[in-house]
């Protein structure tokens, strides 16, 4: 049974950082592309995840959505089966659910229940 678990979401101030956490199971972690997306505040589909990061299999190629670029960093510990993100100068418009998403090597996607992140002061 495939499992991503996030965590590391929370209130934080403008300017500040967080870290998020997916743990993965039960699919070839080392062999899948791992991505983060969000969905905004009164964003109700599923089509409406706007897409953060990637970082696809072997870990050394990774991509960036244009309004994270230079804050936001990608990361993934193939021994732990874990992708992180790190957030750093956050701000007010990047609240948003965080969701982990994982394509396997036979191209079947796979969402976490997601995590919320709310930057305020």
Partial sequence: QVQLVESGGGLVQPGGSLRLS????????????MSWYRQAPGQER??????????FSGGASTNYAGSVKGRFTISRDNAKNTVYLQMNSLKPEDTAVYYCNAQDERDRDYWGQGTQVTVSS
């Fill in 22 to 33: 997916c743990a993965a199971s039960g699919f070839t972690f080392s062999r899948s592309a």
């Fill in 46 to 55: 599923e089509e409406e995840r706007e897409f953060v990061a990637s970082s």
